[in-house]
């Protein structure tokens, strides 16, 4: 399921279409968010590198983390930035975000400081020069990756960052894009807002919930030891002709970075998507047995040899009445079962019948 998130970004936006948007968001109880969006960059940028995505380059807006980091962290995938830094540029909105200092050195040509983090129209700006300036004018189009869509927040409006990220989406150079949410920090509108805006979104739950919602009771902590490093990672995909799709994936925390990995057999039911009422939706196995164990209708008729006794509406009155001199000498002989007998009237009654009873009407 990673691995189709990054395909989507990878393959882009076809003509005429929005870029395709990842919204990532995690939670205090389970903050493998970074993890993800370091995975979904670096899976992406090796696509770039590669020639198998139609995006020619990438521009990281870092605000949570320096670029120094990022370079660091492409070099440990094995990625030399210096020999493709014509295909990468990083928007420094992490040293200096408002302009304090004034003399900041650049670490690399690679890192462009952008010091006006309050205004979003200038970072579009900057953002879709950057690109021109890393693959042309044109249709060559390029990615996007920001890491804090919370640190945009701090500084603007919910409707300033919403206009921003929509107008990179349909900007027709733009070919995907992805961010970072740390849900828990913002109310659930403004979580609604940017996954409204997006076409995927990625959302981390701990694997197992805390008793009570307590995090400091004693039967929880094999449990909180147990989510700080294992998860559940859920994508819900918006499809073109206007479906979703909700795939499940279980995350793990290993020393050589994350690794995903298909739910195991007691965690194939998704819990976190089935509604919350008031009732049960699933039967227990007590259930099961006495469901198994109810007599339907006629199901009884036919024990110990005797035939069965059901009246289908098409005799005639005459079997009919042999019919109730049976039935009567049954009830008396099985006085101790209920039924349920029907006589009809006369055979003016209408039968059953497969006949189309407006046949003779000229329509």
């Known amino acids: 399921m990673a691995k189709s998130i990054c395909t989507a970004l990878r ?36 696509s770039i590198l590669a020639g198998k995505s139609p995006s020619q380059g990438l521009i990281l807006v870092s605000f949570s983390r320096s670029p120094s980091f990022y370079l660091e962290l492409l070099k440990n995938k094995g990625i030399s930035v210096a020999s493709s830094d014509k295909r990468i540029q990083i928007l ?45 004018g044109g249709k060559i189009r390029f990615s996007i990756s920001i890491d804090s869509v919370d640190e945009m927040l701090r500084w603007a409006s919910v409707s300033s960052v919403a206009r921003l990220l929509s107008n990179l989406r349909s ?13 828990d920090l913002h109310k659930a509108r403004v979580t609604a807002v940017l996954e409204y805006l997006s076409s995927m979104v990625a959302s981390l739950e701990p694997s197992h919930q805390l008793a009570n919602g307590q995090r400091g009771d004693l039967e929880n902590f094999a449990l909180i030891e147990h989510n700080s490093k294992n998860g559940k990672f859920h994508v819900r995909f918006k499809k073109r002709n ?16 994350i690794n995903f990995t298909p739910l195991s057999s007691e965690g194939a039911i998704n ?26 209708p006629f199901e009884h008729q036919g024990d110990n040899g005797k035939p069965l006794q059901i009246y289908d509406g098409r005799r005639s009155l005459v079997d009919s009445k042999q019919e109730r001199a049976v039935a009567v000498e049954k009830e008396e002989s099985d006085s101790q079962r209920g039924e349920i007998i029907y006589y009809r009237d006369s055979d003016d009654e209408m039968p059953d019948s497969d006949e189309d009873p407006d046949d003779d009407l000229d329509i």
């Not at 919204?23 to 940028?45: E, R």
């Not at 206007?242 to 970075?257: D, I, N, W």
């Not at 976190?272 to 469901?291: A, C, Y």
């Open 271 to 296: 819990q976190g998507l089935v509604p919350k009422v008031q009732f049960n939706l699933q039967l227990s196995e007590k259930e099961r047995i006495d469901k198994a164990n109810v007599v339907l």
């Open 242 to 257: 206007g479906r979703v799709r909700v795939m499940s994936e279980e995350v793990h925390m290993e020393q050589s970075g």
């Open 11 to 46: 393959e882009g936006a076809l003509e005429g279409e929005l870029a395709p948007a990842l919204t990532i968001k995690d939670s205090i109880a389970s903050p493998f968010g970074l993890q993800v969006f370091d995975h979904v960059l670096s899976q992406l940028f090796s």
């Open 92 to 136: 420094d909105c992490y040293n200096d975000p408002l302009g304090w200092k004034d003399q900041l050195v650049e670490i690399s040509s690679t890192v462009t400081v952008f010091r006006e983090v309050k205004h979003m129209d200038k970072l579009f700006n900057s953002i879709i020069e950057l690109g021109r300036g890393l693959v042309g």
């Open 171 to 183: 900007h027709e150079q733009i070919s995907s894009i992805f961010w970072l949410l740390h849900s």
